[in-house]
């Protein structure tokens, strides 16, 4: 099955079918390639995603891209901070600021050999998503206020420690 075929399946199966944009363009190294486009809401806000399906490679790609960039001289605070989040957190991909300030969380996967499942995609969008929502606070602060990453992160920090603590006494309670 074409990856593409998947994709727009998976997209018709969650009764997905308006505001989609679909482009295919044919690249030298990765050939056939289908950018399918959906316009999503998190947390009130419209995030972009992508679901590019790379034919020649069998690569499936997922890409989420929140409604703001990294204000200028906030650039390394952004990559710390996305550092500290990719490298202490279970998230699949990769969250990552472009030299523009573009940020996206991305998850690509090979799926030659495979028969990809619909839960496969599932899976990466449901974490996509969980990430923004888990850090899309902490995610703007970095980008879009003079916070410090290092304030952040101690903020992180404090509502995980908050968070211990009150599932500590749900299970002696229990």
């Not at 929140?66 to 490298?87: H, T």
Request: include cysteine; aromatic fraction near 10%.
């Amino acid at each position: 099955m074409r990856i593409a075929t998947f994709v727009e399946e998976f997209l018709a199966d969650l009764g997905w079918v308006d505001g989609i944009e679909t482009n295919e363009k044919n690249d030298g190294d990765t050939g056939l390639r289908v950018i399918t486009k959906v316009m999503i809401t998190i947390k009130n806000q419209t995030y972009r995603l992508f679901l590019d399906a790379m034919e020649t490679s069998q690569w499936l790609m997922l890409t989420l891209y929140p409604p703001y960039k990294v204000n200028e001289g906030k650039y390394v605070d952004a990559c710390m901070l996305f550092n500290y989040l990719n490298n202490d957190y279970l998230y699949g991909g990769r969250l990552a600021v472009g030299d523009d300030g573009t940020i996206r969380h991305r998850q690509i996967i090979d799926v030659s050999e495979t028969e990809p499942s619909k839960n496969m995609i599932k899976n990466m969008l449901e974490n996509a998503i969980d990430m923004f929502e888990q850090y899309g606070e902490s995610i703007a602060l970095v980008a879009l206020t003079k916070k410090s990453y290092e304030s952040i992160r101690e903020e992180i920090e404090k509502r995980e420690d908050i968070e211990r603590v009150r599932k500590g006494g749900e299970q002696e309670e229990g």
